[in-house]
């Protein structure tokens, strides 16, 4: 299960670094995953995971900025993580 949840974060975070530069609209099935996970494994991670969410959410209207990178390595080194542990 651990495995599959490092798999969709590392997936999360590369359609967030895409979302800079193409239009992605089926990326609200990954905002809405992240949230729910943020709102199921409740931690002060989950805090950290439901600010990316919002950020996603900025990045799909259009609003990008160096946050949405930041957010995206952060979903990519957690999925790494994920699957090394």
């Not at 990326?27 to 494994?41: C, D, L, P, R, S």
């Amino acid at each position: 299960m651990i495995k599959i949840l490092g798999i969709l974060d590392i997936i999360s975070g590369i359609i967030l670094i895409l979302l800079n530069y193409f239009n992605l609209s089926f990326g609200w099935i990954f905002v809405a995953y992240i949230i729910i996970k943020a709102v199921i494994f409740f931690s002060w991670i989950s805090v950290v995971d439901f600010a990316v969410g919002v950020i996603f959410i900025l990045s799909l209207l259009g609003m990008h900025s160096i946050l949405s990178i930041i957010a995206a390595v952060f979903l990519i080194q957690k999925g790494i993580f994920s699957l090394l542990g």
